[in-house]
Each structure stands twice: as structure tokens, then as C-alpha cells.
């Protein structure tokens, strides 16, 4: 498979592991990683060890665009990404050792000007005739309009290439308008589009009455994150769930990103949806052992597939 990802808000993950974080005092960290960061990039990341060629792009710039850049294409990933006039910012993962907590830190992304946003049209549009599937990860900058995801998933209307969307808030709720073939919410994203909160069994209604049946294209696909619990897979015909072994985390963030790009190689390699969500809940589950977002050991993945349960839910049960 050749994928193309969008990463509109990408950034350099920094993570941090110390013992403990006690605000108010001076704390000496044990490791630091810095990675190139952004969902998109972190999906990119994950496909390129899968062994998948992938093109990355989006929005970066100043210093740290251009570690993001070489960073990615010092691994295999191919950078054609907008330069912008803003830097591109910094994200902070602080692991502490003494109990497994994880906090972030999360800069705001670089104000986009129209000139800008106007070039990764044209590019992403450009980009597309050479993949299989594109996928567009994660938060809007400012300067863009809301409805962004939207205007990128139309322009590619016609062309023969697997559309996939993972956002939340307003953008994914004008996004599915772009009628995406694929879309990655969590639990809390899909109430948030439902206006409360909602057990499961509600959610996967919403889903198949709403959004399949509604907004997305008739072939569509809901992957469902569930963290702990797994994820489900909905299609107009199908309901399904799998539910991974317990394991010890060490760094949750990015595991969705992982999730979605494990499903992406799992197309290419088998017809069947319940070897393709269970190998992807088998790669979420295993990159959170990993220290930083978009990094797994395949072997973590072999051993972790054959501990995920798939079952088939009655349609409109929980």
C-alpha cells in the first residue's frame, strides 16, 4: 500500500520520563526522545515500520518544521510538506515512573495564512494521484475555516483513492460532509457529535442511523476507539468488536494513531474485517508500550494479536 498522510498541526513530541512530577520543584529527567509529532505523522510513522511507503504532508516551519522534515525522511517517509511563515510547535509527554501517569503539554499550532492554506490544496490534490489512500489526522490551525477537512476530502471526489478522517469537534463535524471512507472517532468524540454523554449500545446506533446512514458514502467505515476496551468496526452490515489482553502502558498517546494505521496495512493484507480489527487493536495495544507516539515493535504485535478477542454484536446491542 502507498498512503499519503495530512498533518495540518504537526509538531516535535518530546517525552520525558522522571520519577515523579511534583509542580514546584526541580525535577531531573532520566530519558528525553524527540520525534516528529502530529497524528497524521505519527500514522505515517507506524505504516513506514509496517513496511508501506508513505508520503507525509501538511503545514511546518521555522527549525523545528525542518527537524519534523528530515527527521521523517531519515526514516523512509517522504516529506513534500507547505512551509509556513509561523514555526511549527512543540509537544511535552511526562512519564512518571513511580506510577505510570502520563501529562501533556500541548503548544498551540502556527497561525495559517490563506496563501498557505491555498498551496496544500493544490498539493494535497497533486499528491493523491500517486497513493492508495489519504489520510487526514488530527486538529485545525488557525487561519484555516472550519470546515477544512471538508473542502480537502471533496476536491478529491472522482479520483480513485481511499479517503480516511480522524479529528474531533466542529471539524469532524463538518468534515463527514467530505464523505471520508473511513472516519476514527473515540467514544467521547461520537457523544460529542450526539450532544451527551451515551452508552455504547447508543453510540453504535448513532453511528449506523446517523452517520452511515446519513453523511458518510455508502461503503463507509466507523472505527470505533474504546481504549481499554478495544474498538469496534461498523459498516452499514457489520458490527464488530475486539478486545485486547491487559497490558502494563507505559505511554497511551498516539495509540489511536497506531490503531487506524495498523487497519490501513491490514486492507492490503486480508479480506476478512475480523483479522483487519483485530490486527489494528493488536498494533494500538502494542505501540502503547512504547515510551513515544508512533513507534511499535512488530514483535509486541505478533504476540498481542493472538491475545485479541473479535465477536460479532447483535445489531443495536451493546
Same mark, same amino acid.
Given at each position: 500500500?502507498?498512503?499519503l498522510?495530512?498533518?495540518l498541526?504537526?509538531a516535535i513530541?518530546i517525552t520525558?520520563?522522571?520519577?515523579?512530577?511534583q509542580?514546584?520543584?526541580s525535577l531531573?529527567?532520566?530519558?528525553?526522545?524527540?520525534?516528529?509529532?502530529?497524528?497524521?505523522n505519527n500514522?505515517a510513522?507506524? %505504516?513506514?515500520?509496517?513496511?508501506?511507503?508513505v508520503?507525509?504532508?501538511g503545514?511546518?516551519?521555522?527549525y @523545528?518544521?525542518q527537524?519534523?522534515?528530515?527527521?521523517?525522511?531519515?526514516i523512509g &517517509?517522504?516529506?513534500?510538506?507547505v512551509?509556513t511563515?509561523d514555526?511549527s510547535? %512543540?509537544c511535552?509527554?511526562v512519564?512518571?515512573?513511580?506510577?505510570?501517569r502520563?501529562?501533556?503539554?500541548?503548544? =498551540?499550532?502556527?497561525?495559517?495564512?490563506?496563501?498557505e492554506?491555498?498551496k496544500l490544496? *493544490?498539493?494535497?490534490?497533486?499528491l493523491?494521484?500517486? !497513493?492508495?489512500t489519504?489520510v487526514?489526522?488530527?486538529?485545525l490551525?488557525?487561519?484555516? /475555516? +472550519? +470546515?477544512y477537512?471538508?473542502?480537502?476530502l471533496?476536491?478529491?471526489? $472522482?479520483?480513485? !483513492?481511499?479517503t480516511v478522517? +480522524?479529528?474531533s469537534?466542529?471539524?469532524l463535524?463538518?468534515?463527514?460532509r467530505?464523505? =471520508?471512507?473511513?472516519?476514527?472517532p473515540n467514544?467521547? *468524540?461520537?457523544q460529542?457529535l450526539?450532544g451527551?454523554?451515551? =452508552?455504547v449500545?447508543?453510540i453504535?446506533?448513532?453511528c449506523r442511523?446517523?452517520l452511515?446512514?446519513?453523511y458518510l458514502?455508502?461503503?463507509?467505515?466507523?472505527?470505533?476507539?474504546?481504549?481499554?476496551?478495544?474498538a &469496534?468496526?461498523l @459498516?452499514?452490515?457489520?458490527v464488530?468488536?475486539?478486545i485486547p489482553?491487559?497490558?502494563?502502558?507505559?505511554? =497511551?498517546?498516539?495509540?489511536?494513531?497506531?490503531l487506524?494505521? $495498523?487497519?490501513l496495512?491490514?486492507?492490503? !493484507?486480508?479480506?476478512? /474485517?475480523?483479522?483487519?480489527?483485530?490486527?489494528?487493536?493488536?498494533v $494500538?495495544?502494542?505501540s502503547?508500550?512504547?515510551?513515544t507516539?508512533g513507534? !511499535?515493535? /512488530?514483535?509486541?504485535?505478533?504476540?498481542?494479536?493472538?491475545?485479541?478477542?473479535?465477536?460479532t454484536?447483535?445489531l443495536g446491542?451493546?
Amino acid at each position: 500500500m502507498k498512503a499519503l498522510t495530512v498533518t495540518l498541526n504537526a509538531a516535535i513530541d518530546i517525552t520525558y520520563a522522571l520519577p515523579y512530577l511534583q509542580p514546584g520543584e526541580s525535577l531531573r529527567v532520566h530519558e528525553k526522545i524527540y520525534s516528529p509529532g502530529g497524528k497524521g505523522n505519527n500514522v505515517a510513522k507506524i %505504516l513506514n515500520i509496517l513496511g508501506d511507503d508513505v508520503i507525509a504532508t501538511g503545514f511546518v516551519g521555522g527549525y @523545528t518544521g525542518q527537524f519534523i522534515e528530515e527527521s521523517l525522511q531519515s526514516i523512509g &517517509i517522504v516529506p513534500k510538506f507547505v512551509k509556513t511563515r509561523d514555526a511549527s510547535r %512543540l509537544c511535552i509527554a511526562v512519564i512518571e515512573e513511580a506510577n505510570g501517569r502520563v501529562s501533556e503539554l500541548l503548544e =498551540p499550532g502556527a497561525n495559517i495564512t490563506r496563501d498557505e492554506s491555498d498551496k496544500l490544496l *493544490e498539493l494535497v490534490k497533486q499528491l493523491a494521484t500517486e !497513493v492508495d489512500t489519504v489520510v487526514f489526522s488530527g486538529s485545525l490551525p488557525k487561519g484555516v /475555516p +472550519d +470546515d477544512y477537512y471538508r473542502i480537502l476530502l471533496s476536491q478529491l471526489k $472522482g479520483l480513485n !483513492v481511499q479517503t480516511v478522517l +480522524d479529528t474531533s469537534g466542529e471539524s469532524l463535524r463538518l468534515g463527514i460532509r467530505g464523505k =471520508p471512507n473511513i472516519i476514527k472517532p473515540n467514544r467521547k *468524540e461520537i457523544q460529542d457529535l450526539m450532544g451527551r454523554d451515551a =452508552p455504547v449500545k447508543e453510540i453504535i446506533a448513532f453511528c449506523r442511523q446517523e452517520l452511515l446512514a446519513k453523511y458518510l458514502s455508502t461503503d463507509a467505515i466507523v472505527l470505533l476507539t474504546l481504549g481499554k476496551d478495544g474498538a &469496534i468496526l461498523l @459498516t452499514k452490515e457489520l458490527v464488530l468488536q475486539a478486545i485486547p489482553p491487559d497490558i502494563k502502558v507505559v505511554n =497511551p498517546v498516539g495509540a489511536g494513531d497506531a490503531l487506524l494505521a $495498523g487497519f490501513l496495512h491490514a486492507q492490503s !493484507v486480508w479480506k476478512d /474485517p475480523d483479522l483487519m480489527l483485530k490486527y489494528a487493536v493488536a498494533v $494500538g495495544t502494542a505501540s502503547a508500550l512504547q515510551k513515544t507516539a508512533g513507534s !511499535v515493535n /512488530p514483535q509486541d504485535i505478533d504476540l498481542i494479536m493472538s491475545q485479541v478477542n473479535v465477536r460479532t454484536l447483535l445489531l443495536g446491542a451493546e
